[in-house]
């Protein structure tokens, strides 16, 4: 049997990856993936574990807003979008909020950004993990016991996932994913 070379292997998983692409943009400002809180409450009079999702209400808004993208997009989607036995591959590109700092004149209504401010790249670390955004999305979109409207059934079957942190630099830049 032949063997692949490792960027035989790169071409064809790259293929793999994208045959059916789905791409949407969220307009909402990012958000990070809160830890949950564990709380003991009785039950028949004995304790047993509570978890708390503090996430929860901006995992609905987001699939909310990813289902509204998908569907102006693309003609009578179904939901979940992938079958359980679809291996997934997530890119998310989280567009943070400008500054007012970054505008000439500390004014964003101009929209004119300061000359060494164009770049999109962040040179400094700015507000949330890459991963803890990456896991809020990852939630809100996947389908589980209670909300089975997900675009995917279970997070485990992602096999490729890429994070970015960029500053928004499209329309009002006030952010998006």
Not at 13 to 30: E, G, W
Request: aromatic share 10%; net charge positive.
């Amino acid at each position: 049997i032949p063997t692949m070379s490792d960027d035989q292997e790169v071409v064809s998983a790259a293929k793999a990856m994208f045959n059916n692409m789905v791409v949407f943009k969220v307009s909402l400002p990012p958000r990070t993936k809160e830890r949950p809180i564990f709380k003991m409450i009785f039950r028949n009079k004995r304790k047993a574990p509570y978890v708390l999702n503090p996430s929860a209400g901006n995992e609905e808004a987001f699939l909310k807003a990813a289902k509204e993208a998908i569907e102006t997009e693309y003609h009578n989607p179904q939901f979940p979008l992938f079958e359980k036995m679809d291996c997934l591959a997530i890119k998310v590109i989280i567009r943070r909020a400008r500054p007012t700092t970054h505008y000439v004149g500390n004014n964003r209504q101009h929209g004119i950004l300061k000359p060494d401010c164009v770049d999109s790249f962040m040179k400094v670390a700015v507000g949330g993990d890459v991963d803890n955004y990456v896991k809020l999305v990852q939630d809100a979109l996947q389908c589980s016991k209670v909300k089975t409207d997900g675009l995917f059934y279970n997070d485990s079957k992602v096999f490729f996932l890429c994070g970015v942190k960029v500053w928004d630099n499209e329309g009002d830049c006030k952010g998006g994913t």
